[in-house]
């Protein structure tokens, strides 16, 4: 199951978040700065519902295991009464918020946002029943088709007199696509009968999932907001773009392997022998394919902003350096909320990741006179600390020493370590020539250091990894 579901999920992410990227360099290199900060400032309320809801909601399904027609339309109706409440309060915060920060175009940008979260919960409920069934190459099909589609609305929109819409447009499209390709695709459209007992049930499990989704991603999103304060909307803009460049980048790393919690822990749900097996390959996938790409990002951050986008984004590759770096602690706090969550143990992810916050965020507050690279960077030190407690927790419950747990994970940091020596002498003794001949050449430099030591000195451990994800059994480690 993990091999299948990997390779679709892997697939899925990789084309959806190419074909993304390049869509948006493409409006990138039509539009103002400042409209990305407009539009990050316009969407970090609305994106609590629309992504975070989205899969607390779709989570909850699955966690119950119920996906009788009453039970589901529970599910709906009880998301669908919150995603409008939080529509009609996006617009009636939007004209404040526009005049705290002297943008009216925040206030428009706001509301349609906020009109969009109607459709979410239909969508989180065929999202379940499509995960239910790990019928991951239809998602994958899905969402292709979804980007590619909303991708070219919002090009043509960039190179048309109404290029600030274009973001909008791109996001509306792509929904309206899902909505029609899930539809055909689950058959499963909201009716009347519904059980109350399994509403007040959802609301259980969604809110404490959903809580724990949104802490995560207040680092970010607060960030933003903070930066906005702290700096200009112009700051806002390069920030997010640096977000969406990583976004793309660790999302066919990550996100793949974060959608195989649920669907495969309720699989081995109170076999602690598949659980701890499910734990430790998503982790040590996790970690053979992140830990290089991030230590080769940081390397090469001023080549590749270079290379993407224009000289007005000369500002995101310190940016970029700097959450590349953060990115390399993926293997350790990455996974510890949704590997308790999914394992039944709720109240202990949302403990987890309040620390993780608060730690994070009492930095973000405390640094003043800093550059935004260099707060990114402290901000990090805090949530290492409460990444490794987590750790703790989920290997004892797992019944494994953290020992043993860390040494799953030292080949690939022992091959990252010695591919980033490598590919910091290629970028320096390549100081003269142009960011394109230099940054292949140490892609090329990197891959073969990285694959080479492990090879050499870890093959039992990489032959182990390429068997899982090949559909092979997989030696023990």
């Not at 400042?34 to 779709?58: C, N, P, Q, W």
């Not at 090879?455 to 997989?474: K, P, T």
């Amino acid at each position: 199951m993990m091999s299948g579901a990997v390779m679709w999920s892997s697939f899925n992410f990789i084309f959806s978040q190419g074909a993304g990227t390049v869509i948006f360099l493409i409006i990138a290199a039509q539009l103002p700065v400042h409209v990305f900060g407009v539009i990050a400032l316009a969407t970090v309320a609305a994106d609590f519902v629309s992504m975070e809801g989205r899969y607390a909601a779709k989570d909850a399904i699955l966690q119950a295991g119920q996906f009788d027609t009453p039970t589901l339309n529970a599910a709906f109706v009880s998301f669908l009464a919150l995603a409008t409440l939080m529509a009609v309060a996006l617009a009636a915060l939007a004209p404040f918020v526009g005049s705290a920060y002297n943008e009216p175009l925040v206030a428009t940008f706001m509301a349609l946002f906020g009109l969009m979260l109607i459709p979410v919960p239909w969508i989180s409920v065929m999202d379940a029943l499509m995960m239910r069934d790990l019928r991951y190459r239809e998602m994958a099909e899905r969402n292709i088709v979804a980007t590619l589609i909303g991708g070219s609305i919002g090009i043509a929109m960039a190179f048309s007199p109404w290029l600030i819409w274009a973001l909008l447009a791109q996001r509306a499209t792509t929904q309206v696509v899902q909505i029609i390709l899930l539809h055909r695709l689950t058959h499963w459209t909201p009716g009347f009968s519904m059980k109350w007992d399994a509403a007040r049930d959802f609301l259980k499990r969604f809110f404490s999932l959903w809580l724990v989704k949104t802490l995560v991603t207040t680092i970010s999103r607060v960030t933003l907001i903070v930066f906005g304060l702290r700096y200009d909307v112009a700051t806002m803009g390069l920030l997010r773009a640096n977000n969406r460049i990583t976004e793309a980048v660790q999302g066919p790393v990550i996100s793949p392997l974060i959608d195989l919690w649920f669907p495969l822990m309720s699989k081995v749900r109170g076999d602690i022998d598949g659980e701890r097996e499910v734990y430790n390959s998503i982790v040590r996938t996790a970690t053979l394919v992140a830990l290089p790409i991030f230590a080769g990002l940081a390397v090469t951050a001023n080549d590749v902003i270079a290379l993407l986008l224009p000289e007005r984004y000369d500002g995101v590759a310190p940016i970029l350096q700097a959450s590349s770096i953060t990115f390399l602690l993926i293997p350790v706090l990455w996974f510890n909320n949704v590997a308790l969550n999914s394992m039944g143990m709720n109240k202990l992810s949302l403990a987890y990741t309040v620390a993780l916050v608060a730690s994070s965020l009492a930095v973000l507050f405390a640094t003043h006179g800093l550059t935004p690279s260099h707060v990114i960077l402290l901000m990090s030190a805090p949530a290492a600390i409460v990444g490794i407690a987590g750790n703790i927790v989920i290997n004892k419950r797992l019944q494994q020493t953290n020992l043993v747990h860390y040494l799953g994970l030292l080949p690939p940091a022992l091959a990252t370590c010695a591919m980033t020596g490598v590919t910091l002498l290629v970028s320096y003794g390549m100081s003269d020539w142009g960011p394109l001949l230099r940054l292949s050449a140490c892609v090329v430099a990197g891959c073969a250091c990285y694959f080479g030591w492990l090879l050499a000195f870890h093959r039992r451990w990489f032959m182990d990894c390429v068997r899982l994800l090949i559909n092979r059994r997989a030696k023990p480690v």
